[in-house]
């Protein structure tokens, strides 16, 4: 079955990717706030390489910036359920690790496919539950440990 499963597409993806570097790190996170998920290498011998995603919008997404109150201010370690009205759940953790020596956007972020609304739900782990309704997407929404703000009415 050789050939039948990947495509070599790296030539197309543009210059930086053929380029040898010795890697140390990656750290990923929405570099311009565009809800499209950018990757950073570090390159042991130069200049890091930003793989800038440019690729067309496919669906509808949210990211949360997390605070904690009772918790750790960065909300590390807290569990978000994101909810759509079609009644998918997706579930994320805040988390900043994931490469050696690099840390990543600790926003969560999650794409929700057609969704206009979704319902937050934000584990803290002081074990603080905070239940946040009717958020657009699209957007990037400030989630303080144990404030609920109107629907829809979150910064």
Known sequence: MEGTLFREITAQAGPDLLKPIVG???AIGDYDNDGRLDVLVVDAEGAPLLLHNETPAVGNWVQCRLQGTR????????LVWVKT??????LRLCQTDGSYMSASDKR???GVGTAKVVDIEVYWPSGQID???QIPTNRIVSLIEG???GEGRLS
């Open 24 to 26: 140390r790190g990656l």
């Open 108 to 110: 969560v972020h999650c």
């Open 71 to 78: 918790s750790n201010r960065d909300g590390l370690g807290a």
């Open 147 to 149: 404030k609920i703000r």
């Open 131 to 133: 239940v946040h309704k």
């Open 85 to 90: 009205e079609e009644g998918k759940r997706y």
